[in-house]
């Protein structure tokens, strides 16, 4: 069974920084692209970054140098590295799998990142 | 940059009911077009990609159409269960864009 599971989530203060993990189960990360998504409380979806098959990575322009998506192919587990962490990074972040064509067709259940004082 | 704009933001409609929502691109895009359902505590959940085809095990009654600038995902017979919040993405490369979703009731 395909299966996304975050792990890392948690309360941090302006300035901290917190490392989220994502463990695959189902498939194996190096032949899949992946993505992070985040939702602020009681808003909508926002992309925040992918790694291709190939290692590189994307970012959304709010989050580029201080966020690193990495991925560890030996424990099919994939990171999301968050430095410098602002108050509206506040959101739950859902990892998921972007299928190409198919559009992202597998998530997580999400881990909470909450940024506050 | 791309812009998505779901219309309506909400709408509240009664079981049996047609529905439509659509998804209005900032410039024409092919169509890497996707639609997502999402419950309150809920992850999304894929439910049609390349603006029509379903996802398997998504029930028939969704169907989605749409070119050029704009997108529409129907409901043809609203159930009780479909009461949830719907976005639309755009996911030709990268960044993704979503839109600003339609709350349905």
């Known amino acids: 069974e395909v299966q996304l599971e975050e792990f890392g989530g948690g309360l941090v203060q302006p300035g901290g920084s917190l490392r989220l993990s994502c463990a695959v189960s189902g498939f194996t990360v190096s032949s899949s692209h992946m993505t992070w998504v985040r939702q602020a409380p009681g808003k909508g979806l926002e992309w925040v970054a992918a790694?291709?098959?190939?290692?590189?990575?994307y970012y959304v322009d709010s989050v580029k140098g201080r966020f690193t998506f990495s991925r560890d192919n030996s424990k099919n587990t994939l990171y999301l590295q968050m430095n410098s962490l602002r108050v509206e990074d506040t959101a739950v972040y859902y990892c998921?799998?972007?299928?190409?064509?198919?559009?992202?067709?597998?998530w997580g259940k999400g881990t909470t990142v909450t940024v506050s004082s | 940059d791309l812009l998505l704009t779901q219309s309506p933001s909400s709408l509240s409609a009664s079981v049996g009911d047609r529905v439509t929502i659509t998804c209005r691109a900032s410039q024409a895009v092919r169509n890497y077009i996707a639609w997502y359902q999402q419950k309150p505590g809920q992850a999304p959940k894929s439910l049609i990609y390349g603006s029509w085809a379903l996802h398997s095990g998504v029930p028939s009654r969704f169907s989605g159409s749409g070119s050029g600038t704009d997108f529409t995902l129907t409901i043809s017979s609203l159930q009780p269960e479909d009461s949830a919040t719907y976005y639309c993405q755009h996911y030709n490369g990268y960044p993704q864009t979503f839109g600003q979703g339609t709350k349905l009731e």
């Open positions: 998921a799998r972007d299928a190409g064509s198919y559009a992202t067709d597998v």
């Open positions: 790694i291709y098959t190939g290692g590189s990575t």
